[in-house]
């Protein structure tokens, strides 16, 4: 199927609401330019029609919050923001008779490399955010919620409360939402650019007021979260998606994208390709495709690997890619993870010791220090990488690497370690020569690109 066929089929699901990226096709995303963001341009394309229809608004028969969870469940919405956990399953473990506060958090802390799909969404169509947290909160009978936004994106940060105060003066948050019994207020917060706060536990000590570290698990948030009460974490991109599921169904959002990986997911492709940016296509479409909508590998050069779902994912070589569709069971059989959904391209020009030389530097520096396997283990791996890249390598510093890596994965709080190690493990395992070359010659054996 040509990317093409792809685009005339996936305009005629009308999935219309969710995103606009700089470029997509405007068929698809209904002529969002950054403009129409506010409420008004939001109802206009059916915006909060979900909420209204959940309510029973306009004639609408109304759902319970159990039905609520039912079609998300139907849906096979999992979790955008990379572990792609069944979003439904999550909302049901939400004791709902819980006699005290409850909260909800969105997670708009989007800190992995590569990955810029959530800050545009809340920058080109922030009330779908707001519209999909409303009916969550409706679903689990919670009545407060946080967005929790990256701090490094004030401008988009501002724009997201001026969409929270339009949503207020309308009566769309607050007390006795569109005069029905339901309540629920929302309130943005920012960060301070920390990448170890978009796990959600070190992300809920931060909204705390605290160093935003990690929690042992468990206890989990949905038992003990936000100050110690019960709490729901989605992605931003998790959220998006609610309203249309609620307007449309679950089994009309799962037939766009195959059994349990339903609906669309948005890409951000980067790296050496002609047209990086963000494509948001429906799950299951083969890499070759959205490849070829991204303009293919950038002129002359041949396609290498490819980072499948962010940093932290290990690299797969072109072939084993080429042979992909991008689900999560798909990437997943194929060993590595869609994650995130940011799509890192390498061509034939990329040395992958320099490559990871720059990956590992990240981790080590992004790593809170407060487990010792991560804190000092990512040392380790950065210094080791350098000074192979550096010319400066010995014959057992690729054992040394899968060693260190051992001591970290699995042995950490959070993923951070884990994702510090896999990236180590899948380059040594796939690209091992050329970390040999650089150790047996003291340089790289990809020729310089000019």
């Not at 409303?134 to 701090?151: D, E, K, L, Q, R």
């Not at 069971?329 to 194929?334: L, W």
């Not at 994650?339 to 390498?346: D, E, F, K, Q, R």
């Not at 990488?385 to 040394?400: C, H, K, N, S, Y």
Request: glycine share 12%; net charge neutral; proline share 6%.
């Amino acid at each position: 199927m040509t990317a093409d066929q792809v685009l005339a089929g996936f305009a005629a699901t009308g999935l219309q609401t969710c995103f606009h990226g700089r470029h997509l096709q405007p068929q698809i995303y209904a002529g969002l330019d950054g403009r129409n963001w506010r409420l008004a341009d939001y109802q206009a394309r059916g915006g909060y029609e979900a909420l209204r229809h959940i309510l029973g608004q306009g004639g609408a028969v109304g759902m319970t919050p159990d039905q609520v969870i039912a079609t998300v469940k139907e849906s096979s919405l999992r979790g955008r923001g990379g572990a792609g956990f069944p979003t439904g399953l999550k909302w049901s473990f939400m004791p709902r008779q819980f006699p005290g506060q409850k909260y909800l958090v969105c997670n708009s802390d989007e800190g992995e490399p590569g990955t810029c799909k959530d800050r545009d969404i809340l920058q080109f169509n922030p009330h779908i955010v707001i519209e999909g947290m409303i009916i969550a909160a409706y679903a689990m009978g919670i009545s407060v919620g946080y967005n929790y936004i990256h701090g490094e994106i004030f401008q988009t940060y501002e724009r997201f409360e001026e969409a929270l105060e339009e949503a207020r003066a309308a009566g769309l948050l607050g007390q006795r939402i569109l005069g029905s019994d339901f309540s629920f207020q929302l309130h943005a917060a920012h960060g301070f650019g920390a990448y170890i706060c978009g796990e959600e536990t070190a992300l809920l000590e931060s909204l705390e007021g605290k160093k935003g570290q990690p929690r042992f698990k468990p206890p989990f948030p949905a038992s003990f979260g936000l100050y110690g009460k019960p709490t729901t974490i989605n992605n931003t991109e998790t959220f998006a998606a609610v309203p249309w599921i609620i307007r449309n169904g679950g089994a009309a959002y799962l037939a766009c994208g195959k059994p349990n990986n339903g609906g669309t997911k948005i890409f951000s492709v980067s790296g050496d390709v002609e047209r990086p940016g963000n494509y948001e296509i429906p799950l299951g479409t083969p890499f070759s495709t959205l490849l070829e909508l991204a303009g293919g590998v950038r002129t002359g050069r041949q396609l290498k690997a490819v980072i499948p779902g962010g940093s932290s994912s290990p690299v797969l070589p072109a072939p084993v890619m080429m042979d992909c569709t991008m689900d999560y069971d798909a990437i997943a059989k194929a060993g590595s993870m869609l994650g995130s959904g940011a799509v890192i391209v390498l061509d034939d020009s990329r040395c992958m010791v320099k490559s990871l030389q720059r990956l590992s530097y990240f981790y080590m520096h992004e790593s809170c220090g407060q487990c010792t396997p991560c804190r000092e283990g990512t040392g380790w791996l950065s210094r080791v990488v350098d000074r192979i890249e550096t010319g400066q390598g010995r014959p057992a510093d690729m054992d040394l690497l899968n060693s260190v890596a051992d001591n970290i994965q699995g042995r950490t709080i959070c993923a951070l370690g884990d994702a510090a190690a896999m990236p180590v493990r899948a380059m040594i395992k796939h690209y091992r020569h050329e970390f040999e070359y650089h150790v047996e010659h003291k340089t790289c054996m990809v020729p310089a690109y000019v």
